[in-house]
């Protein structure tokens, strides 16, 4: 068993966001083989999951998921083997109550028996949703006996729930054996929706970390709108690169998961640029994973709950600090090293090192202020020097 298993925040990819209920076999490896060609997978993406609308609407007569004969007639677990012959895992998705949000049969009370068809189809991964659960049985409950189905299935499979925030999830979702846990409600390919999300998040720092990520939900970078569901994205929705660049450092700085949502195989330059970035990625998938916790400027006119810096300690004493501004307007954020530990007595200066141009900023004492344009953000990389 792999004993270090949701150690960092996942990596990966999502049918979710772009295709919905369009999903197939070939589509699935496409993106296995775009994962390594394309470096997704030297970079640190390794699962590759199937969300909603992958099975029949009934069971079979021994009460098993069946999948969609039209969609995967090679059946899962050939999928799963194409996927380990590449070097990448599998992720496969149900839900907690008697159905999928889409409608298809869920694993309400057939847990051992589906955690064991996951194993045996090869199954890396499993994302568990939280539509038609019955009124009559917590969350909670339903988390920790699908929980332990997975970790006494003969595999080790990684635990993705996601019931978006409710019944205050993230007081109990630990220690009910998940690796992951949804915060949100679902991400939407448009500005406020990225902005809401990273906003509702910032005050639950102390609850991510090792083994039960907060996860802020799939990304949208690179969708300019493209999904074939009205609600994620329309033709006219969408955002810019900067705010996908944006939406990017919030999710790496906050130690949420990072499963791709767009479609990789017509991936723009830009969007590459960005899902591809190796400084920002290590911040992410830093070894001791710990949160970030966020230094507000100083009050006054122009600084409200848009603006914020986000700083957080990295395995080796680097430290990364992010300077987001969500506002309509250019903003100055001042960081005070003071804030972060570093009285100007400690004769201790800061290098630092911009990971979205990747080049050094140079030595600084005692503070450093970013300019930063409308819904755009520096993340830098600083190294303590004497
Ligand atoms: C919920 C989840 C989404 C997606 C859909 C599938 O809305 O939050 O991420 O899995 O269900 O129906």
């Given at each position: 068993m792999e004993k270090l298993l949701g150690l960092t925040p996942a990596m990966g990819w999502n049918s979710w966001n772009t295709f919905t209920w369009d999903i197939n076999e070939q589509l699935i490896c496409d993106v296995a083989d775009q994962f390594v060609s394309e470096g997704y997978k030297e970079a640190g993406y390794k699962y590759i999951v199937i969300d909603d609308c992958w099975s029949l609407k009934e069971r079979d007569e021994?009460?098993?998921?069946?999948?969609?004969?039209?969609?995967?007639?090679?059946?899962?677990?050939?999928?799963?083997?194409?996927?380990?012959?590449?070097?990448?895992?599998?992720?496969?998705?149900?839900?907690?109550?008697?159905?999928?949000?889409?409608?298809?049969?869920?694993?309400?009370?057939?847990?051992?028996?589906?955690?064991?068809?996951?194993?045996?189809?090869?199954?890396?991964?499993?994302?568990?949703?939280?539509?038609?659960?019955?009124?009559?049985?917590?969350?909670?409950?339903?988390?920790?006996?699908?929980?332990?189905?997975?970790?006494?299935?003969?595999?080790?499979?990684?635990?993705?729930?996601?019931?978006?925030?409710?019944?205050?999830?993230?007081?109990?979702?630990?220690?009910?054996?998940?690796?992951?846990?949804?915060?949100t409600l679902d991400i939407q390919d448009n500005w406020e929706s990225i902005k809401s999300l990273a906003i509702s998040q910032l005050d639950k720092v102390c609850?991510?970390?090792?083994?039960?990520?907060?996860?802020?939900?799939?990304?949208?970078?690179?969708?300019?709108?493209?999904?074939?569901?009205?609600?994620?994205?329309?033709?006219?929705?969408?955002?810019?690169?900067?705010?996908?660049?944006?939406?990017?450092?919030?999710?790496?700085?906050?130690?949420?998961?990072?499963?791709?949502?767009?479609?990789?195989?017509?991936?723009?330059?830009?969007?590459?640029?960005?899902?591809?970035?190796?400084?920002?990625?290590?911040?992410?998938?830093?070894?001791?994973?710990?949160?970030?916790?966020?230094?507000?400027?100083?009050?006054?006119w122009f600084h409200t709950y848009e603006t914020f810096m986000l700083v957080k300690a990295l395995t080796d004493g680097d430290v990364a600090v992010g300077f987001f501004n969500l506002s309509d307007s250019q903003r100055e954020l001042p960081l005070l090293f003071w804030d972060i530990g570093l009285p100007y007595a400690s004769g201790v200066s800061l290098s630092l090192y911009d990971c979205w141009e990747h080049k050094e900023l140079g030595v600084f004492k005692e503070r450093y202020s970013a300019v930063v344009p409308a819904h755009d953000c520096l993340v830098i990389r600083a190294k303590l020097v004497r």
């Open positions: 021994q009460g098993r998921l069946v999948p969609d004969p039209n969609k995967f007639p090679s059946g899962m677990k050939a999928l799963a083997d194409y996927i380990h012959d590449r070097g990448l895992k599998f992720g496969m998705y149900s839900c907690a109550g008697t159905h999928t949000c889409a409608g298809f049969p869920g694993s309400f009370e057939h847990e051992f028996q589906d955690a064991k068809t996951f194993a045996e189809w090869g199954v890396d991964f499993l994302k568990y949703d939280y539509c038609f659960k019955p009124r009559n049985i917590s969350g909670e409950i339903l988390y920790k006996r699908m929980s332990l189905a997975l970790k006494n299935c003969g595999r080790d499979i990684l635990f993705s729930a996601c019931n978006w925030g409710e019944d205050n999830v993230y007081q109990w979702i630990r220690e009910s054996g998940a690796h992951m846990y949804r915060s609850y991510t970390g090792s083994f039960c990520h907060n996860d802020m939900d799939m990304l949208v970078v690179g969708m300019y709108g493209g999904s074939n569901d009205g609600f994620i994205g329309s033709k006219i929705g969408g955002c810019t690169d900067n705010e996908y660049k944006t939406h990017y450092s919030l999710w790496s700085m906050m130690g949420s998961p990072l499963m791709i949502g767009s479609d990789i195989r017509s991936a723009s330059q830009a969007t590459k640029q960005i899902l591809l970035n190796k400084d920002i990625i290590a911040i992410n998938q830093d070894q001791e994973a710990r949160g970030a916790y966020r230094i507000k400027p100083e009050p006054n």
